[in-house]
């Protein structure tokens, strides 16, 4: 085999770079060319304006402000404004023998207290916050255990006259009395009745003569509330409250569609003159110690403690009331000594005298 030396081999690629070296340098001018024009079209061949889109940001919610809810500490029910919470309470006594019935401004009352005045008629404190009815009345004379039941409430009183036990606390100068005998203004004599039976005023007139004294707000603590509906199972659907005779004796006929009770007295139907049937949420029998003083006055136990029965939402409930001073609050607790909370709406108390009075239900 021939065998051929490397330099010899060098030397015939030396030869033949000579022969072709002007093809050779041709084509490393056309490469040239073409690298350059690339590099040339790079820079001044952009590529499509693509718009770039902006960023996708999560669409925050914030979420909506709870509402703020003010609740009557009167009923429980709920109100406008905080201004509704701590309005003026107005106190005002209305008569109950058959020549004042029926009555103005019952239907309205956000709590009642019914208890006996003399002689076995009774007479019913009721309070006002909320609620402004146009007619009020016809308004009579208060009574000491009245002033202990309005007093927790921090409430004026308006009245007529009243008990001297009752007119030497209302007008000792630390209670807010708005009495007809000074505030002749605010009241009126109505001309289709005769007197004693024809006083009348209004809600207009009281927050008037409240503002005239300024007496703008009320600082009290209320009953404990909460929502009513009627129980599983009803066992009070018909109460009868015996408290001195047939004509001041009530029932109660429970609705569970309103969850209220239709009262009634002297067995028809109590109505409020301008409002219609009076139909309280919850109906508390508070038994308590009463008898008529030598001076025909009557005393009734309105600072101490005693049985009573609650009435509400369809049923019974056994409790105990205790109030330990005027100035404090009356509380319903149950067999543990736990407070009762009372259903929202209109609350009616009776005052049933121990021995004589008597309380039934089915």
């Known amino acids: 085999m021939e065998t051929v030396d490397k330099p010899h081999r060098w030397g015939k690629i030396r030869d033949w770079v000579k022969r072709h070296k002007k093809v ?11 690298g350059l024009t690339i590099l040339v079209l790079s820079i001044f ?15 925050v919610v914030k979420p909506e402000p709870i509402p ?45 207290f019914e208890a006996i005045a003399e002689g076995g008629i009774t007479r019913f404190m009721v309070l006002y916050q909320t609620n402004k009815p146009a007619l009020i009345g016809p308004v ?4 000491i255990y009245y002033v ?3 007093t927790a409430f921090d409430a004026s009183i308006a009245h007529c006259g009243g008990s001297a036990e009752a007119l030497n606390v209302v007008r000792d100068g630390t209670y807010r009395d708005l009495d ?14 005769y007197a004693p039976h024809n006083l009348y005023t209004s809600s207009e007139k009281l927050d008037s003569l409240n503002a005239a004294k300024g007496y703008t707000s009320s600082n009290f603590t209320g009953f404990s509330r909460v929502d009513g509906s009627p129980a599983t199972t009803l066992d009070a659907t018909n109460i009868s409250v015996d408290i001195s005779s047939y004509l001041f004796d009530s029932s109660y006929a429970y609705d569970s569609a309103t969850n209220t009770y239709a009262r ?23 038994h308590v110690d009463e008898y008529t003083r030598a001076d025909g006055r009557e005393e009734i136990t309105s600072i101490g403690s005693g049985e009573a029965t609650i009435f509400q939402n369809g049923t019974a409930i056994n409790a105990t009331w205790t109030k ?20 929202r709406g209109q609350t009616w108390i009776v005052a049933v005298p121990n021995g004589n009075g008597d309380v039934s239900w089915n």
């Open 24 to 34: 050779i340098i041709i084509v490393t001018i056309a490469l040239a060319i073409v």
């Open 45 to 59: 061949i952009r590529k499509p304006n693509v718009e770039k889109k902006p960023e996708t940001v999560a669409n």
């Open 68 to 112: 703020v809810k003010y609740y009557s500490s009167l009923t429980g029910l709920q109100v406008d404004n905080e201004t509704a919470i701590t309005a003026p309470v107005t106190a005002v006594m209305i008569e109950n023998s058959p020549d004042a019935r029926p009555q103005s401004g019952l239907k309205d009352a956000e709590v009642v």
């Open 140 to 143: 009579r004379s208060v009574r």
């Open 148 to 150: 202990n039941w309005f």
């Open 180 to 193: 007809q005998f000074f505030n002749g203004d605010y009241y009126w004599r109505a001309s289709d009745r």
């Open 264 to 286: 009634s007295e002297a067995g028809e139907p109590h109505l409020d003159r301008e409002g219609g049937q009076i139909t309280p949420s919850v109906i508390i029998a508070m």
């Open 324 to 343: 330990t001073s005027a100035s404090s609050q009356l509380i319903f607790t149950d067999t543990n000594g736990a407070e009762i909370p009372l259903v």
